[in-house]
């Protein structure tokens, strides 16, 4: 082998870095212009013999679409109280997950369109933000370019959209946005709201709180798409359509749309005599436009779990509206009463925190949480059954000796705003034995004062009185269980 061979066989090739000249830079740094035109790629066949032959365009399903983030199922976060921690029972979650995917992805049905943008006119390829523009769309949706692109008034098609007659359903329309990470969801469903409102009304409102993450969020691998949705979501597993014909204003024919076909689709135009053709031509690494041309010589499944409270889907979703607008308006005003309480809670635990961080061999630490509510006096979701808690919260001290996972003390306190201008405060203080065949926990001591509102600055400082002295008559046994002495103690 020779010097310059042994060279080449041992060359590490390194790609150039890319340097973008002033062109391409302008074109980056242009600003673009919205317009009111969306498009619509699709083969010749589809367009000519479906969608224009029918006048309508297809809301397919949305398990039908390329992103795996939406064609596969997705498991919300479900919460529950202490008397619904049991249900379904042998169902198990995997059923209640599949009633609910069925009742929102499996029942969704989307548009997908592309968003059309100008820049101006001194970038030298104007055209490269134009709807009818992107060539990866041509090769993957335009079959190659053989295609078309079908041009509709924004405005027009959403108002055919929006005056389709089924007053349950959900319509949603948007851009979507390209990110990378994905979760579930702000919020999960409630298995109590899910027991009283049934999976599908509980799906539907889920879906209404959250359509944005669920239905407007791609990978952003397809950023390139632009995508503005129309998106349905009704009680068929068929699809749906909208009238096109006032939104319907332009075809566009792909750069090897073939010339056979052409006779074809002036006859299926006939029905829309104000729209305009125009012939894409790709030279020297553009699309050109030219023209204007002129013309030449499921079955429904049926409901997994009956709903406690009666009447037809439209009249349960809108009750659970209702209770949800109506907690949500009595929230508010309960924050405000909770508020100064609120306040004394966090600075007396933030004090007590700092105190017994004091102690020998151990970490303490403040948390804006409190299990010092009973989990049967804790805040249900609205419209469900049982007392009615219009805002909680509290703050929790945890003392952990060291080494961690061994041997942990909590102090927390909480307020709950009930009706009547009455609140409910609570304190509590445990210990925890770390087992890795199952913790140990003890609680020493437990209160609950509910006072009027008025009342309610003195109970809780007497409160917390009594739950700092409780922490003192139980650091005896929390030094004992970690082998500190008194002495060791100080």
């Known amino acids: 082998m020779t010097s310059s061979e042994s060279s080449t066989s041992n060359r590490v090739f390194a790609f150039p870095q890319i340097v973008l000249d002033a062109s391409e830079l302008e074109m980056i740094t242009a600003q673009r212009s919205e317009t009111n035109d969306l498009y619509h790629y699709t083969n010749a066949n589809v367009a000519m013999y479906n969608i224009l032959a029918s006048g309508t365009l297809r809301l397919s399903p949305f398990e039908s679409t390329n992103d795996l983030w939406e064609s596969r199922p997705l498991h919300p976060n479900l919460s529950s109280h ?29 548009t997908c369109l592309t968003r059309d943008f100008t820049l101006p006119n001194r970038v030298l390829n104007r055209d490269a933000s134009r ?39 959900l319509r949603f329309h948007g851009p979507v946005h390209y990110v990378s990470t994905q979760g579930v969801g702000p919020h999960g469903l409630d298995i109590g709201q899910i027991r009283e409102f049934g999976v599908d009304a509980a799906a539907l409102a889920y879906a209404e709180a959250n359509h944005e ?92 779990a009956k709903p406690r409270r009666s009447g037809s889907l439209e009249e349960r979703l809108g009750a659970l509206r209702d209770a949800t607008t109506e907690a949500n308006e009595l929230r508010e005003a309960a924050k405000l009463l909770a508020a100064d309480h609120l306040t004394a809670i966090d600075g007396a635990i933030s004090a007590l925190s700092s105190e017994l961080g004091s102690w020998p061999e151990v970490e303490s630490t403040a948390w804006p949480h409190s299990p010092a509510v009973p989990v049967e006096q804790s805040a249900r979701r609205p419209g469900t059954p049982g007392e009615r808690v219009h805002h909680e919260g509290g703050f929790m001290c945890v003392v952990e000796n060291l080494p961690k996972y061994s041997l942990t003390l909590v102090a927390a306190a909480a307020v709950q705003v009930l009706g009547g201008h009455r609140l409910r405060l609570h304190g509590l203080v445990t ?22 509102a008025d009342e309610a600055a003195a109970a809780l400082s007497a409160l917390l009185a009594e739950l700092r002295a409780a922490v003192a008559v139980v650091r005896p046994d929390f030094d004992e269980q970690r082998g500190q002495t008194s002495r060791d103690a100080g």
């Open 213 to 304: 993450s669920l239905f407007f969020r791609k990978y952003w691998d397809w950023e390139n798409e632009a995508e503005y949705r129309l998106v349905l979501l009704d009680q068929s597993l068929l699809p749906a359509y909208i009238n096109i014909h006032g939104a319907l204003s332009g075809v566009v024919l792909g750069d090897a749309f073939p010339e056979g076909r052409r006779a074809a689709l002036w006859e299926t135009l006939r029905a829309y005599p104000d729209v305009e053709v125009q012939q894409l031509r790709f030279q020297n690494r553009y699309l050109h436009d030219f023209g204007p041309l002129t013309p030449e010589a499921a079955a429904e499944a049926a409901s997994w």
């Open 131 to 169: 709807g009818w523009g992107h060539l990866s769309l041509w090769a993957h949706y335009g079959a190659g370019h053989t295609g078309v692109c079908l041009r509709f008034d924004r405005a027009r098609l959403i108002k055919a959209f929006q005056e389709q007659t089924d007053s349950a359903a």
């Open 82 to 110: 202490h008397d619904d921690e049991d249900w379904p029972g042998d169902a198990g979650h995997m059923d209640l997950w599949a009633d609910i995917d069925r009742n929102i992805r499996l029942h969704t049905k989307v």
């Open 431 to 452: 210990t925890e034995q770390w087992d890795p065949e199952g913790n140990n926990r003890a609680e020493h001591w437990r209160a609950a004062r509910e006072v009027p």
